[in-house]
């Protein structure tokens, strides 16, 4: 997560550790040091944080089983057999919620193999590796259609390294086993020696999650909400921003008529703003699916090159439309001719999202 977004939401103190900046590496010849704090989100913390700032709660430990609705409440349903009746539920079971199905399913992903491990053969580093897109196997991808992954690397004050190797975004989602099999590639043909291995994970995120239509009295939130970044894969801290007005909404419109408190609450998940930014993300993912490795590089070169506040604006969803409009416009501009046919191509084929974006 960036720092410069946690600390105005009061959970800065929720990191593990963070570091004055992030490094991209796009070929051998530069890695461009990009001055954002960037830091490492405790779950346990944020946990903690989250439970203390909470009264008169009733927290119980198990594991929603069935969850629908009946007459003007909802009946949830728990694997331990408990039966709990509500007048609204939120449902913040993730991108794969059954409680809440979008219309449609996801068909693009993020994708990521990483381990948490002590190794040899690897400087001290006082930043992160935000992403390195160099290609170590001159052209010789083991990913099957060439689809370009980076190694996204954080150095432990410990003196560990997490390596991940991560795709980040594609369609159809590329397999953990082949991007587990290219990390190893990776390291090893750097000369880096693992020699215990602390953590693995796994991560798959799908990323065109549709945005929910509220139709009732569950109401999907987080990644069940589609709040994770089209183009990034970043959720929680979108997740913490958007909660206040969420509960605000929730807390003035509980007991009025439901069609009242879908309205709020849908304002309050997905503004008519926040829908025209998220369809310019969406095209703007769709778009990058297209990218071979060599294309992939161009795109984020521009990206890169973009003003800071440009660049870390769209990362974090804090541009508005507009704004957005102007960034693609400008990447667009400097484009070599071969991303303009791929972006123009993604056009025609797919408007809606394009339209969406330009005219709400």
């Known amino acids: 997560a960036w720092v410069d977004e946690l600390a105005p939401l ?22 461009p040091f990009l001055s954002r704090a960037y830091g490492v989100i405790d779950n ?19 594991t929603a089983a069935n969850c629908h609705e009946r007459e003007n409440e909802v009946l949830l349903t728990c694997q331990n057999g408990q039966e709990i009746q509500a007048t609204l539920v939120i449902d913040a079971t993730g991108g794969n919620t059954t409680f809440t199905p979008a219309a449609q399913k996801p068909s693009s992903f993020q994708s990521a193999y990483g381990i948490l491990a002590q190794v040899n053969g690897v400087e001290p580093a006082d930043a992160v590796t935000l992403m390195d897109f160099r290609d170590p196997f001159a052209g010789k991808h083991p990913l099957p259609g060439d689809i370009p992954s980076f190694l996204y690397a954080i150095p432990w004050p410990d003196g560990r390294w997490f390596f991940e190797e991560t795709v980040l975004v594609a369609r159809p989602m590329a397999e953990l086993s082949i991007l587990k099999q290219r990390l190893e590639a990776r390291l090893a043909h750097h000369g880096i020696e693992i020699v215990a291995v602390d953590n693995i994970e796994h991560c798959v995120i799908p990323m065109d999650t549709q ?10 939130y987080g990644s069940a909400a589609a709040l994770v970044h089209p183009a990034t894969g970043y959720s929680v801290v979108e997740s ?24 709020a609450t849908s304002q309050a998940l997905w503004s008519n703003q926040d829908r025209q930014c998220h369809a310019l993300y969406q095209f703007g993912s769709d778009v990058v699916c297209q ?18 506040a440009l660049w870390s604006g769209y990362l974090s969803r804090q541009l508005s439309a507009r704004e957005i409009q102007g960034a693609m416009l400008r990447m667009f501009a400097s484009f070599p001719f ?23």
């Not at 959970?11 to 900046?21: E, F, N, R, T, V």
């Not at 945005?211 to 999907?220: A, E």
């Not at 958007?242 to 309205?263: D, G, S």
């Open 338 to 360: 071969a991303l303009k046919q791929k972006m123009l191509s993604c056009a025609a084929h797919s408007p809606n999202l394009l339209v969406k974006g330009l005219f709400g």
């Open 10 to 31: 009061g959970y800065a103190d929720c990191l593990k550790h963070s570091w004055p900046g992030v490094r991209v590496w796009l070929d051998n010849s530069s890695s």
């Open 211 to 220: 945005l929910p239509k509220l139709s009732g009295r569950i109401i999907p």
């Open 291 to 308: 990218f071979d490795a060599a294309q992939t590089r161009e795109f984020l070169r521009a990206f890169f090159n973009m003003p800071t």
């Open 240 to 263: 913490l921003t958007r909660a206040p007005k969420l509960a605000t909404a929730i807390a003035e419109h509980i007991h009025a008529p439901i069609e009242k408190l879908l309205e």
């Open 44 to 62: 346990l913390a944020l946990s903690a944080k989250l439970r203390a700032g909470c009264s008169n709660i009733q927290w119980i430990e198990s």
